[in-house]
Structures are given as structure tokens and as C-alpha cells.
């Protein structure tokens, strides 16, 4: 996993503070905290109290949320509050502070959880992935002495619990900004385990059944791919349709946060930008493009924004951002220098109204673009799907809805016993015709949705259904 730093980006009038997750060293600075094991009752009331104060304090959603999603931020601390025992251990206070920040229905709604135990320090030998029939089996390069499971088979208990009931539990501790993305990112992440073995039951396609118990490993594995090894990649398929992948919008993620200005920043994704560059002017004289941005988490707008740049003409607005104005916010470094202006005013980023970076200065392509999505697509790239839909008319969306989380996340508070720190969004994002992304995203014109078969016959359904698109556009 990428351990994400902040980083500042200096626009005319206003400095928009972007946030990834914090370093290792800024999460595990806990030499000033009690053992875990002091950790009473008392003290985790105490610290979810605070979390519920400053989720009300500096959270950007707190009424859009309550009214679009039903969130209520003082009822989730009392149901949780009833939780806490005499008994509960700090590994259970772990979960419970996990439970409240999912319960936000925002995806960069995080608690790093200091000096508590992790709940799921364990990972099976098996990783699963979600299609149209249920939760099925996507990778057995870990388990060693396979007992006969099959990629393909289905998944339908855990321990014995079916695993309706087993995800709705993880459902519990999982942020995510909709409902359909939290169950995938749940299924992404099923495999996370709080104990050393775990039996599971499975139906093969035949209909029989096998139930094995399997030793985990004592790591957490990610099974999705996280090796980039370029940025983006591209080819030409029939018909004279140029294909584009960007799988994230981070890029050289050390450098880029230690640069100091917006041209050290620039300069630290160049490679990248260079190929945003080759992948559209092989697209120059294409019948259309299909650009795939399927699984992509975001990253950095200077790279989103730039992908934009080729195919939006004008001085367009890419988003409008109206940070939260709180106490708690103006006393957190990166926040307690900025001018009054700067909050509660909603402004509009303009890309190429930015002085000392690189903006793409050829002919931006006007023809036929499909967008593939799905609920992976995040943050960045969030705000990118909503500016093609609002700003190009030649645009379809091909897929699964994406996962509709965006607002500048921040590190807000530390809670005073655990040492946990808090994650929200502190700005409301809209999209350039006022659109609020947060919560809603963007949803396909054409929907896909994977199965089984095609995902073992190796079968791609969305482009094969965004080709059909092309020729008939």
C-alpha cells in the first residue's frame, strides 16, 4: 500500500490543500500516549465523543448527507456509545471508531487508529472479487496445498455465517461514498481477517459444494494490482479506435510531496504528463477513443485536470470548491494561515488559469469518447468523470456506477486517549454546472455489469459494449 503525504497546490487567490493519508512516521508518532492497555471505559467515550464533535465541527457533508443519505452523525455516536463496556477491549474500540467513520457514507472518511490493536491483522490465503452471481474466487496465487478450489467458485459462508450476513457486518466498517461501492470495496477487501484460520464454504459450478479451513497469513495482502509501472498505456484497436488506460492518478507520489512550489510539484510528473501526451496524439486521427479509468482511486487533480486539458477547449472550470470554515480546521497546520476568503466561498478551479506548471497546448480531440467507469473510480477521478459529463457533448459512460467521493480530505483531529487521527472531507466539491459529486458521482449511460464467465474466459464486456457504442455513434 502507498503511504500518501500532503501537498498544497498555490492558485490565484486560494491555496487548495489536497490530502492522500498521512506518512507512517505522522501516524505512529505516539510517544506522548498511554499504553493500550490503560485505555478505560471512560477514555473511549471520551474519545468518541470528540470525533462525533469534530466530524460536526469540520465535516463539509454533514447537511447534504443527512438530507441525500440519511446520515446522522449524533445518533451513529449514541448507537456506538451503547458498545462501549466495561469489557470492550482497545482492539473492539479499534472496530467501533472504524464503525462511525464508515457510517459518514464518505469515502475519505478514515480513522489511522494510533496505539489500538488492528481488528483484522490477518489475511486468507484467497482473494475474491465481485460479480453478477456473488463473491467469487480471483486469485489463489497464495495458497499453497490447494485443496481443489477453482477460480470461479463461489464464496457462500465464512465460519459457517452465510456471506450475505458476513458482509453486511464488514459493510459496517467500510467507508465508501455509495452503497454499491461499499459492498465492492467490502468484497476487496473480504479476505482481511481477525483471526489466524478461517473456514470456508464454497459452490463450484457444478453445484457442489467444498468447505476447507485455511491458515491465514499474518499481513494484510492486497490482492488488486498496485504495481504502475507506467503511468498510462494506450493501442489501437479495429475500426480505428485508440484504447487509453490510466489505472491511478498518482504519480512519483515522494517527490511530488516534497516538492515546494506548483513547478517542483509539475516537474515531478512530467513523465507522466509526457504520456498523457503520446496517448492522445496517437489518438489524433482515431474514429473515437475509449479511455479507461475502471479501478482508478484518483491521485493528483494536476494530472486529472491535465487529462481534461485534451479534451475540453477554452479556460473551462474543472470543479467549484467551498471549504468548511471551523475553529477546528483554522487550527491545523496548512489551514490556520489562509485568508478569511478561503472559506465558505465557493470558487471555481480553472486549470489553465495556473501560472508555473505545463498545460497541454495542442488541438484538443472533439469526436466520439467513451468512458469506461466502475465503483473503484474515486476522488480525483471523480471530479474528472463529472467535468466530461457536464462540458463535452461527444461523451458516454460505459459501465458501473463510479464511487462519488470527492472534498479535499484532511487529517482534522488527533482523539486525546487512543491517539487516533481523523480523516474527513472538509470542502464540498460541485461539478462544473453545480453538480455536488459527493455522494452521487457519476452513473453510466450504458450499464455493465461483470460476471463470471467472462471474467474466466478473460472477456472485457465494457469495451466490448463501448465498440459497439463507436460504431454506432
Not at 90 to 96: E, L, V
Not at 120 to 138: D, H, K, M, Q
Not at 237 to 261: D, G, R
Not at 319 to 330: A, I, V
Amino acid at each position: 500500500m502507498i503511504s500518501r503525504q500532503p501537498f498544497s497546490l498555490t492558485l490565484p487567490g486560494l491555496v487548495v490543500c489536497c490530502l492522500l493519508g498521512c506518512s507512517r512516521e505522522e501516524l505512529e508518532d505516539v510517544s506522548t500516549l498511554p499504553s493500550k492497555s490503560d485505555l478505560s471505559h471512560a477514555a473511549m467515550r471520551e474519545d468518541l465523543n470528540q470525533y462525533h464533535d469534530a466530524v460536526l465541527n469540520a465535516w463539509a457533508y454533514t447537511v447534504s448527507k443527512g438530507s441525500n443519505q440519511g446520515v446522522d452523525v449524533s445518533k451513529s455516536r449514541d448507537n456506538l456509545l451503547t458498545q462501549i463496556t466495561e469489557e470492550t477491549s482497545p482492539m473492539q474500540f479499534a472496530t467501533i471508531l472504524r464503525k462511525f467513520a464508515a457510517a459518514l457514507r464518505d469515502g475519505h472518511s478514515e480513522v489511522y487508529i494510533g496505539t489500538l490493536d488492528e481488528p483484522l491483522p490477518y489475511s486468507w490465503p484467497i482473494g475474491f472479487t465481485l460479480v453478477r452471481e456473488g463473491v467469487i474466487v480471483a486469485n489463489l496465487n497464495w495458497l499453497n496445498d490447494n485443496p481443489g478450489i477453482r477460480l470461479g467458485d463461489r464464496l457462500i459462508k465464512v465460519d459457517g455465517m452465510p456471506i450475505d450476513e458476513f458482509l453486511n457486518r464488514r459493510l459496517e466498517m467500510t467507508s465508501a461514498s455509495t452503497a454499491d461501492a461499499r459492498k465492492v470495496i467490502a468484497v476487496d477487501r473480504v479476505h482481511w481477517s481477525a483471526s489466524p484460520s478461517v473456514q470456508l464454504t464454497f459452490v463450484r459450478e457444478d453445484k457442489t459444494e467444498i468447505e476447507e479451513t485455511f491458515h491465514c497469513y499474518s499481513d494484510r495482502i492486497e490482492y488488486r494490482p498496485t504495481n504502475q509501472p507506467e503511468f498510462c498505456s494506450w493501442k489501437a484497436l479495429a475500426n480505428k479506435v485508440t484504447y487509453i488506460k490510466i489505472p491511478s492518478f498518482a504519480w512519483n507520489h515522494e517527490a511530488f510531496a516534497a516538492a515546494a512550489s506548483d513547478g517542483d510539484r509539475d516537474a515531478a510528473i512530467s513523465v507522466a504528463k509526457t504520456e498523457i501526451d503520446m496517448a492522445f496524439s496517437e489518438a489524433e486521427n482515431s474514429t473515437g477513443i475509449i479511455l479507461d479509468l475502471r479501478n482508478n482511486g484518483g491521485g493528483f487533480e494536476l494530472l486529472s485536470s491535465y487529462v481534461a486539458e485534451h479534451l475540453v477547449s477554452g479556460n473551462f472550470t474543472y470543479f467549484e470548491l467551498e471549504r468548511q470554515d471551523s475553529s477546528l480546521l483554522r487550527s491545523q497546520v496548512g489551514y490556520r494561515d489562509l485568508r478569511s476568503d478561503a472559506f465558505n466561498v465557493r470558487r471555481p478551479e480553472q486549470p489553465r488559469m495556473r501560472q508555473r506548471i505545463r498545460h497541454f497546448g495542442g488541438q484538443q480531440f472533439t469526436g466520439p469518447l467513451v468512458v469506461l467507469i466502475n465503483e473503484r473510480c474515486f476522488s480525483t477521478t471523480d471530479n474528472l468523470c463529472a467535468c466530461l459529463q457536464d462540458l463535452r457533448p461527444k461523451t458516454k459512460f460505459v459501465g458501473r456506477p463510479t464511487n462519488g467521493g470527492t472534498g479535499e480530505p484532511a487529517i482534522v483531529d488527533n482523539l486525546i486517549n487512543s491517539g487516533a487521527k481523523i480523516q474527513l472531507c472538509v470542502s464540498r466539491v460541485y461539478s462544473p454546472k453545480g453538480r455536488m459529486i459527493e455522494g452521487t458521482g457519476t452513473k453510466p449511460d450504458l450499464m455493465v455489469e461483470p460476471d463470471r464467465d467472462s471474467l474466466l474466459q478473460g472477456r472485457d464486456l465494457a469495451i466490448e459494449a463501448a465498440m459497439n457504442l463507436l460504431l454506432d455513434w
